[in-house]
């Protein structure tokens, strides 16, 4: 299982990267696998019993300095639009039974990606129409945003038969988000 979330984040990176220096939009299609695992993975550990309130605690913190780096580098306002930590958060708080959660949900890059939380209530096609339309409101072609909610509930699927493996922290993958984010806000600040 970590592979594939260390797999997912060389994707993440290279999207960013497609995007920071401007590379063709074909170089930014393999990012698009990455909101769906991280997704399914999310998904799969509630359905498995994690409280989303484990989620809360942890994602908050890095949501919010994440944010900086992200508002930089994507040239955005800085409350518009909330970073991904944000959608997982919101997807968190509905799973809660907060329903404020979609409100969080809908400032962030993916605005229906609250929709995940609907996985673990046994709704998994609704949850991938809702990440598809997020890919489809973010300007992405249709066919991309198809593809984007069939990697979903493959993933579903793929995840309770990958090998663990050596855990990672779980921190590690959210403090990389936010650092590459300013990190690489930084070198394409120097390289001007």
Do not use: C
Not at 94 to 118: D, I, R
Not at 146 to 170: E, N, S
């Amino acid at each position: 299982m970590e592979a594939f979330k260390w797999g997912l984040v060389f994707l993440m990176v290279l999207d960013h990267l497609a995007w920071a220096w401007g590379w063709p939009s074909e170089w930014r299609l393999p990012g698009r696998l990455v909101f769906p695992g991280f997704a399914a993975l999310m998904a799969h550990h509630l359905a498995q019993g994690v409280p989303p309130e484990k989620y809360l605690k942890r994602l908050l913190p890095f949501a919010l300095v994440g944010q900086v780096g992200y508002s930089l580098l994507f040239g955005s306002y800085i409350l518009w639009p909330l970073n991904v930590l944000f959608t997982f958060l919101g997807a968190a708080l509905v799973a809660s039974g907060k329903a404020y959660g979609w409100v969080v949900s809908l400032f962030s890059e993916f605005p229906l990606g609250a929709s995940l939380a609907l996985t673990a209530r046994g709704k998994s096609l609704l949850a991938a129409f809702g990440l598809a339309s997020s890919a489809f409101l973010m300007g992405w072609s249709l066919w991309v945003a198809l593809v984007q909610g069939i990697a979903f509930l493959g993933f579903l699927t793929l995840i309770p038969h990958l090998p663990k493996g050596r855990r990672t922290p779980w921190w590690s993958f959210y403090a990389f988000y936010t650092g590459h984010l300013l990190g690489l806000y930084l070198v394409k600040a120097l390289l001007r």
